[in-house]
Nanobody, 122 residues
Framework: QVQLVESGGGLVQAGDSLRLSCAAS????????MGWFRQAPGKEREFVVV????????YYASSVKGRFTISRDNAKNSLYLQMNILKPEDTAVYYC???????????????WGQGTQVTVSS
């Protein structure tokens, strides 16, 4: 089992930045592809970005490309999401997740964090 804990969410104004973190337990973090997903009230969980187990080949949803940056530090068992030029439509609970597969589908991810709230006011 892999345990994931997100942090770094908060209330910001449009145009501001936030940096989310995801701390992973165990010894196998570096063997998983890691993704960020988000879910707004009344909406389905939405793919944001995924990064390869080694930290290469990030793939972004078109809605965040150019504004968000994913990174990981396998030595620290940590995953990050730098969020710039935030918009009200970015408001959601953000989740980190781990998968053995290279995939954008939430159903294929094996482990999930508890989520961290990001609220962007206009």
């Amino acid at each position: 089992q892999v345990q994931l804990v997100e942090s770094g969410g908060g209330l910001v104004q449009a145009g501001d930045s936030l940096r989310l973190s995801c701390a992973a337990s165990g010894r196998t973090f570096s063997t998983y592809n890691m993704g960020w997903f988000r879910q707004a009230p009344g909406k389905e969980r939405e793919f944001v970005v995924v990064i390869n187990y080694s930290g290469s080949n990030p793939y972004y949803a078109s809605s965040v490309k150019g504004r968000f940056t994913i990174s990981r530090d396998n030595a620290k068992n940590s995953l990050y999401l730098q969020m710039n030029i935030l918009k009200p439509e970015d408001t959601a609970v953000y989740y980190c997740a781990a998968s053995r597969l290279w995939t954008t589908a939430a159903r294929d991810y094996d482990y999930w964090g508890q989520g961290t709230q990001v609220t962007v006011s206009s």
